[in-house]
């Protein structure tokens, strides 16, 4: 018997995570609108029917029918529809063991038009309320994403990594994610010093172990403001805020939108 293994592949497996975090089939007409938005995940739109408008540092840019999108996490834009627009939509991280976004900062849209029939696949399996229907879209998106990460030249090099000290502390850190989490306390953890730690994480990541924290607890309540119907009052202290009012003066520092108009916003597609 021979066995051969693509360690490559494994490793990959391994380190990324769809995470989806909102997903919707929408007729929208002109009150789907919003000047600028910026969110902690990507979106993937399937048009199915009539043309909406991105726009991008002063660009416009027409959603067609039968095209595919990817936005990118972090990247800011507007959108409108002149007249009317049938989508399909998909929130969603591609997250890496570190807990952040493979696609976090890419600076650019991606398009394709669909492969026969794929959107109206799509539209299907979405409509289907069965386990293995679910399975399926998510192996399809999936694909979509594949194609995208070509076109954006992300080839996998960008999951890093890290020593096994940083792996701990992305352990701890997202179990569970909280904002009474502190450098101090995973350093005692750690059995290192908190200099030692904020020397070594800045060394491999780039920023200092106190923003990535932070950057843990923005995402998972945009997250959970999106993805679970908690009041804002159930996720300041699901998170470990001491009151609501430290939750949305956090919120509003990292988001530039209160809770509650944030939730409003994203879901409208």
Not at 140 to 161: P, V, Y
Not at 225 to 241: N, P, V
């Amino acid at each position: 018997m021979q066995i051969t293994q693509n360690q490559n592949a494994i490793r990959i497996w391994k380190n990324l995570e769809l995470n989806m975090i909102y997903a919707g089939h929408a007729i929208v007409g002109q009150d789907w609108k919003e000047p600028k938005v910026c969110s902690p995940f990507s979106r993937i739109y399937y048009i199915v029917d009539g043309e909406g408008i991105l726009t991008v540092n002063g660009q416009r840019i027409v959603l067609k029918k039968g095209s595919v999108w990817l936005v990118p996490a972090g990247m800011t834009f507007g959108y409108f529809c002149e007249s009317s627009m049938e989508q399909l939509f998909f929130h969603l991280n591609v997250l890496c063991s570190d807990g952040t976004d493979l696609l976090y900062g890419v600076r650019q849209l991606y398009e394709r038009k669909e492969q026969t029939g794929e959107i109206a696949r799509v539209k299907g399996l979405y409509q289907s309320e069965t386990m293995t229907d679910a399975i399926r879209l998510q192996g399809m998106l999936w694909e979509t994403l594949a194609g995208f990460l070509e076109q954006a030249k992300l080839d996998g090099e960008e999951l890093k990594e890290h020593s096994p000290l940083i792996g701990q502390m992305f352990e701890l850190a997202q179990n569970p994610v909280s904002a009474a989490t502190h450098v101090r306390t995973l350093a005692q953890q750690l059995h290192v010093s908190e200099s030692t730690l904020t020397r070594r994480f800045r060394a491999e990541t780039g920023i200092s172990p106190g923003e990535y924290l932070e950057r843990l607890v923005a995402g998972q309540a945009c997250r959970m403001l999106l993805s679970e119907d908690y009041s804002i009052a159930e996720i300041a202290e699901i998170l470990h805020f001491s009151d609501q009012f430290y939750f949305c003066k956090f919120f509003k520092r990292h988001m530039n939108l209160t809770p509650s108009t944030y939730r409003r916003q994203m879901r409208k597609g």
